[in-house]
């Protein structure tokens, strides 16, 4: 499935507020009620990663970010750094409507190259229920090489009935409607034929992000529940205490997960990261 989708990433375009296109056409407060988990699947590959230090939980943009959640600590927290646009990522954390703790798996973050200039959008980390791991057992031993390129893995870790999460955190403002026409310009051409489910679930999907003002800093989870259905939150005050939406649709979430672990990821970081780590959980 995933291995037949080409995926061609956003164009940033220079003008006096950001603007993200994709080509349109493909050649064929109280964040307490959270318990912040330090045992994950990074605790077996942290080598793989740059483990800055344990402090208690605060949400960092940049080094000299201020944070506005540290209100919300829970105890001691480890987190992960993604180097190239320092943004720190728990390692292990609880959201709405999850039925247990998702541990980090890898993180990256998106570039965009205009008049020689790379311009840095946003970095992001996948975040899996560890018992997915378990359903893994026909790629043991696999290199971070080889499973980056098996797009039947990828597939299978998408069909698996259980959470996973792909955390975002913008490093620059960027509207919303800017978020949500780069995101319908990725998806929209992977459905060939929308039915009125698909057409229901991208309205719905639009909506949350019509009108919205998305900060340097701003979280926004895409958390896959089962293949037919994901939640989607979005929070500027650390980690989410509600969805703001739920999107059914199997064609929506499949082509929407196509767009970060297809053959074309828009972020090749991301994914060997995840190739990296699935390959370490996989030994």
Request: aromatic share 8%.
């Amino acid at each position: 499935m995933l291995g037949t989708v080409a995926i061609q990433p956003p164009i940033w375009l220079p003008s006096s507020k950001p603007t993200i296109c994709f080509p349109g056409k493909l050649p064929n407060s109280g964040v307490t009620r959270y318990k912040i988990h330090t045992c994950s699947l990074l605790s077996t590959f942290a080598h793989h990663f740059s483990l800055q230090r344990k402090d208690r939980f605060q949400t960092h943009v940049s080094p000299n970010a201020s944070s506005s959640s540290s209100s919300a600590s829970v105890g001691s927290a480890e987190y992960i750094e993604e180097p190239s646009t320092n943004v720190k990522f728990q390692t292990s954390l609880t959201l709405p409507e999850c039925s247990s703790p998702l541990s980090l798996l890898g993180t990256g973050y998106r570039e965009k190259v205009f008049a020689i200039i790379g311009v840095k959008v946003y970095a992001a980390g996948l975040y899996l229920n560890q018992s997915i791991s378990n359903k893994l057992n026909a790629w043991k031993g696999r290199s971070a090489t080889e499973i980056q390129g098996d797009s039947s893995l990828f597939d299978s870790i998408f069909q698996i009935p259980q959470e996973k999460s792909l955390q975002i955190v913008l490093v620059r403002d960027v509207d919303g409607k800017t978020f949500w026409d780069a995101l319908d310009e990725a998806i929209s051409p992977r459905i060939k034929a929308p039915s009125p489910v698909d057409v229901s679930a991208l309205s719905t999907f639009r909506s949350i992000f019509q009108g919205r003002s998305l900060r340097k800093g701003t979280f926004i989870f895409l958390t896959w529940m089962e293949p037919s259905k994901m939640l989607v939150c979005i929070s500027s005050d650390g980690l989410p205490s509600s969805v703001d939406a739920t999107i059914k649709s199997m064609n929506v979430t499949m082509a929407l997960f196509d767009v970060f672990f297809g053959n074309s990821p828009v972020s090749p970081s991301l994914k060997a990261s995840v190739a990296n780590g699935l390959a370490t959980v996989l030994k």
